[in-house]
Nanobody, 129 residues
Framework: VQLQASGGGVVQAGGSLRLSCAAA????????MGWYRQAPGKQREGVSC????????YYPDSVKGRFTLSRDKAINTVYLEMNSLKSEDTAVYYC???????????????????????WGKGTQVTVSS
């Protein structure tokens, strides 16, 4: 599986951005896809995950209600809609996927990044206050 992420940029606090992640290759093997972010000096953290078996989405409390993950099956792409952005959302955002059966509830925990098999290139999101 290969992942191509896009959509980062600079936005003012309170604004919105949409990130896209297109998957190619052995799509049928994918169990879940997620978005992670890493700010300077901080560990990579999960901000969303979608379970491909039932389409359910999961978010940590830090972004719940502001971020929405969706999937377009026809073009093998997931989107992360980010609203009400805050300065603390500034980070490099990565999409990732796994063929393992690890549940999304685990994949968005601090240990979650270790459960992902394939990572896309990061895209910078900068929220100015």
């Amino acid at each position: 599986v290969q992942l191509q992420a896009s959509g980062g940029g600079v936005v003012q606090a309170g604004g919105s951005l949409r990130l896209s992640c297109a998957a190619a290759g052995s799509i049928l093997r994918i169990n879940a896809m997620g978005w992670y972010r890493q700010a300077p000096g901080k560990q990579r953290e999960g901000v969303s995950c979608i379970d491909f078996s039932d389409g359910k989405t999961y978010y940590p409390d830090s972004v719940k209600g502001r971020f929405t993950l969706s999937r377009d099956k026809a073009i093998n792409t997931v989107y992360l809609e980010m609203n009400s952005l805050k300065s603390e959302d500034t980070a490099v955002y990565y999409c990732a996927t796994t063929i393992s059966p690890a549940p999304c509830q685990v994949l968005i925990t601090p240990a979650g990044p270790y459960g992902m098999d394939v990572w896309g290139k990061g895209t910078q999101v900068t929220v100015s206050s």
